[in-house]
T-cell receptor
Framework: NAGVTQTPKFRILKIGQSMTLQCTQD?????MYWYRQDPGMGLKLIYY???????DKGEVPNGYNVSRSTTEDFPLRLELAAPSQTSVYFC??????????FGQGTRLTVV | QQQVKQSPQSLIVQKGGISIINCAYE??????FPWYQQFPGKGPALLIA?????SEKKEGRFTISFNKSAKQFSLHIMDSQPGDSATYFC?????????FGTGTRLQVFP
C-alpha cells in the first residue's frame, strides 16, 4: 500500500518556468490537500479538494492552480515560477476530517 | 480568524523530562484538533487528536489538554526520549480545511 505518492522529490526551476507537481493516493480518500512548508512558518494550505471535480482555495493560493479529475490524483500547477515559491510542498489525503496522510514532499527551488 | 498560534518555536528537554507545547485559536468553529509529528526529510504524521467535547486525551506518553473556554490546547510528552526529537505541529479543522500552527522543534538530549 503506497499511500500518498509525490513526484518529483526535488526540482530546480528557472524564474518564469512552469511545472506540475504530481500527487496520487491509493486509499480512496475523498479529501486531498496541498501545503507548502517554509522554515518557521509551519504548513500553509494552498488548495484543497473534497472530491473529484471539486477544488477550493486555501490560505496561499496565488501563483498556483489545481485540478481533481479523479479521486486518486491531485496535481498542483505552478505557472510563471517566482523565487517566493521556493519551498517544500506536501500533498495529503484523508477520508474525512480524520487522519490526514502526507506524502514525502517535493523540494522546489526557483532560481 | 483561521490562525492557529503555536509556542514555543523550539524546545530543549533532557531525557526523562516533560515536553510541553502550546497552541491557541480564535475560530470557535474549529471542531477537531490533531497534533502531527515530523522527522527531517519526511512528511508530517498524525500523533494524537482531540475533539472539543473532551478536556484531555492520553495515548501512551502523549497527552492533549484542551481548554475550550480559553481556546487553547497543549501537547504534553511525558518521559521524553531522544527518539521524540522532531518538529511538532498543532492543527485545527473547520469546514474541510486543516490549518496548521507554525511548528515546534523539540530536541531531547540524553
Amino acid at each position: 500500500n503506497a499511500g500518498v505518492t509525490q513526484t518529483p522529490k526535488f526540482r530546480i526551476l528557472k524564474i518564469g518556468q512552469s511545472m506540475t507537481l504530481q500527487c496520487t493516493q491509493d486509499m480512496n480518500h475523498n479529501y486531498m490537500y496541498w501545503y507548502r512548508q517554509d522554515p518557521g512558518m509551519g504548513l500553509k494550505l494552498i488548495y484543497y479538494s473534497v472530491g473529484a471535480g471539486i477544488t477550493d482555495k486555501g490560505e496561499v493560493p496565488n501563483g498556483y492552480n489545481v485540478s481533481r479529475s479523479t479521486t486518486e490524483d491531485f496535481p498542483l500547477r505552478l505557472e510563471l515560477a517566482a523565487p517566493s515559491q521556493t519551498s517544500v510542498y506536501f500533498c495529503a489525503s484523508s477520508r474525512t476530517d480524520f487522519e490526514a496522510f502526507f506524502g514525502q514532499g517535493t523540494r522546489l527551488t526557483v532560481v | 480568524q483561521q490562525q492557529v498560534k503555536q509556542s514555543p518555536q523550539s524546545l530543549i528537554v533532557q531525557k526523562g523530562g516533560i515536553s510541553i507545547i502550546n497552541c491557541a485559536y480564535e475560530n470557535t468553529a474549529f471542531d477537531y484538533f490533531p497534533w502531527y509529528q515530523q522527522f527531517p526529510g519526511k512528511g508530517p504524521a498524525l500523533l494524537i487528536a482531540i475533539r472539543p467535547d473532551v478536556s484531555e486525551k492520553k495515548e501512551g506518553r502523549f497527552t492533549i489538554s484542551f481548554n475550550k473556554s480559553a481556546k487553547q490546547f497543549s501537547l504534553h510528552i511525558m518521559d521524553s526520549q531522544p527518539g521524540d526529537s522532531a518538529t511538532y505541529f498543532c492543527a485545527a479543522y473547520n469546514t474541510d480545511k486543516l490549518i496548521f500552527g507554525t511548528g515546534t522543534r523539540l530536541q531531547v538530549f540524553p
